[in-house]
């Protein structure tokens, strides 16, 4: 995978190339590009996709404190790298964060949003708190054992690519978390920015996810000015990752209206 000089960072990403309209892919917390490998070898024939591992996770590494905005940027430079001048943003959990402020930085190049499992807002006193042990016990412990399990169980329920997510998160340099962290941890709020938002958004949503409640995406859905469409997926907080049928025939019918 090649390696992008963005903003004074490494940034590893794919790019399927060709002259169709873009998709560019933005991951959950602890998670990597690869998370979207169920939409990018569907939807790859028709669009062209961008992935990448944001800062901290993957391949691309970090020495220094940022904020989402920060990131926003990383996305729109990473475009810039590639000389593509308009995509659709999709995002889980924080890449939906960072796709938000993408259109706030650059509307322009933002044809449209795919939030998956997103959210506008931020963390309540005792998320941060909880947020903050993980995350710390994340960064320092030598084996993660029942932190690994629950965040898997957040991500992918009892689906059975949750193991193979679990390896991977014992056996890998778990250092940079700490940095991402505190750009999840301070987030600001941008619920007020919604009715900026003049693109249209697709939002999916896992009826059982337990990070950021279907409830929440039901209130973003009124909030925003130009809703394609609300679709409930009946699975967790990645439901991209388990329920990659329902995701991409969204995700098709979406970039179909946007490109007709």
Same mark, same amino acid.
């Not at 590893?12 to 070898?41: A, C, E, M, R, W």
């Not at 987030?187 to 409830?215: F, Q």
């Not at 039901?218 to 990752?241: Q, T, Y």
């Given at each position: 995978?090649?390696?992008?000089?963005?903003?004074?960072?490494?940034?590893?990403?794919?790019?399927?190339?060709?002259?169709?309209?873009?998709?560019?892919?933005?991951?959950?917390?602890?998670?990597?590009?690869?998370?979207?490998?169920?939409?990018?070898?569907?939807?790859?024939?028709?669009?062209?996709?961008?992935?990448?591992?944001?800062?901290?996770?993957?391949?691309?590494?970090?020495?220094?404190?940022?904020?989402?905005?920060?990131?926003?940027?990383?996305?729109?430079?990473?475009?810039?790298?590639?000389?593509?001048?308009?995509?659709?943003?999709?995002?889980?959990?924080?890449?939906?964060?960072?796709?938000?402020?993408?259109?706030?930085?650059?509307?322009?190049?933002?044809?449209?949003?795919?939030?998956?499992?997103?959210?506008?807002?931020?963390?309540?006193?005792?998320?941060?708190?909880?947020?903050?042990?993980?995350?710390?016990?994340?960064?320092?412990?030598?084996?993660?054992?029942?932190?690994?399990?629950?965040?898997?169980?957040?991500?992918?329920?009892?689906?059975?690519?949750?193991?193979?997510?679990?390896?991977?998160?014992?056996?890998?340099?778990?250092?940079?978390?700490?940095?991402? %962290?505190? @750009? =999840?941890?301070? #987030?600001?709020?941008?619920?007020? $920015? !919604?009715?900026? *938002?003049?693109? +249209?958004?697709?939002?999916?949503?896992?009826?059982?996810?337990?990070?950021?409640?279907?409830?929440? %995406?039901? @209130? =973003?859905?009124? #909030?925003?000015?130009?809703?394609? $469409? !609300?679709?409930? *997926?009946?699975? +967790?907080?990645?439901?991209?990752?388990?329920?990659?049928?329902?995701?991409?025939?969204?995700?098709?019918?979406?970039?179909?209206?946007?490109?007709?």
């Amino acid at each position: 995978m090649p390696i992008a000089d963005i903003n004074g960072n490494k940034i590893n990403y794919i790019d399927t190339g060709g002259n169709k309209p873009v998709i560019i892919f933005s991951h959950g917390f602890f998670l990597n590009l690869t998370s979207f490998d169920k939409q990018v070898n569907v939807l790859k024939d028709t669009y062209r996709c961008v992935a990448w591992d944001e800062r901290g996770f993957g391949k691309s590494v970090t020495n220094k404190y940022f904020t989402y905005w920060d990131s926003a940027n990383d996305a729109i430079s990473l475009l810039n790298h590639l000389n593509i001048s308009e995509a659709v943003f999709a995002g889980v959990s924080k890449g939906g964060f960072i796709s938000l402020r993408a259109y706030l930085t650059k509307p322009d190049m933002v044809k449209g949003i795919i939030l998956i499992g997103s959210d506008s807002g931020t963390f309540t006193n005792d998320e941060q708190i909880e947020f903050s042990d993980l995350t710390e016990h994340w960064c320092n412990s030598k084996v993660l054992g029942d932190a690994a399990e629950a965040v898997g169980e957040i991500y992918f329920g009892d689906d059975p690519q949750k193991l193979k997510w679990i390896e991977y998160w014992e056996n890998s340099d778990r250092t940079n978390v700490k940095y991402p %962290a505190q @750009a =999840l941890l301070l #987030r600001d709020n941008i619920t007020h $920015k !919604l009715k900026d *938002i003049e693109c +249209p958004i697709l939002i999916i949503h896992g009826k059982n996810d337990s990070a950021i409640t279907i409830d929440k %995406a039901r @209130a =973003l859905s009124k #909030r925003v000015p130009n809703l394609f $469409k !609300l679709v409930e *997926i009946d699975g +967790p907080h990645g439901p991209n990752c388990t329920h990659p049928t329902e995701t991409n025939n969204s995700i098709k019918e979406f970039m179909e209206y946007l490109n007709s």
